[in-house]
């Protein structure tokens, strides 16, 4: 057998293998219920606290997420199918302090070029809280 053939087979073992793998791949909203299960919406805010410096968590065409203790705050943006995980978020606040609103502007940047890759438009955050157990 050449060489060549041997890398072929190689390669197609490799693809078979990964296959199953990416075909388990969870969806955003798979993602999100996961993070929220156990919890209950709260009413929405137009702004939160964010003085922990904790970082937001973009999960792909979903929504991006805050969370802060035992509090998951969900902001599905206008457009969520454009959010993607390998994007980074740049964030220009109006107001002042650690407060993250909706009418802050927020562009995203790819992770590995760093070029411009688009503009994420915030809504309401819904807060999720855990159901007492008592």
């Not at 199953?20 to 805010?45: M, T």
């Not at 992770?111 to 809504?123: A, I, P, Q």
């Amino acid at each position: 057998m050449s060489r060549l053939s041997s890398l072929a087979i190689a390669a197609a073992a490799v693809t078979l293998v990964a296959t199953p793998a990416s075909a388990e791949r969870k969806s955003g909203e798979e993602k999100l219920a996961e993070l929220i299960d156990g919890r209950v919406a709260g009413e929405p805010q137009s702004c939160i606290n964010t003085f922990n410096s904790r970082p937001l968590t973009v999960i792909d065409d979903t929504a991006i997420v805050y969370r802060s203790g035992d509090t998951v705050y969900v902001n599905r943006t206008r457009a969520p199918e454009t959010l993607d995980d390998d994007d980074i978020l740049v964030i220009r606040k109006f107001g002042t302090g650690s407060r993250l609103c909706r009418l802050d502007q927020i562009t995203t940047r790819d992770r590995f070029s760093g070029f411009y890759s688009g503009n994420v438009f915030l809504t309401d955050f819904v807060p999720y809280r855990r159901v007492g157990t008592d």
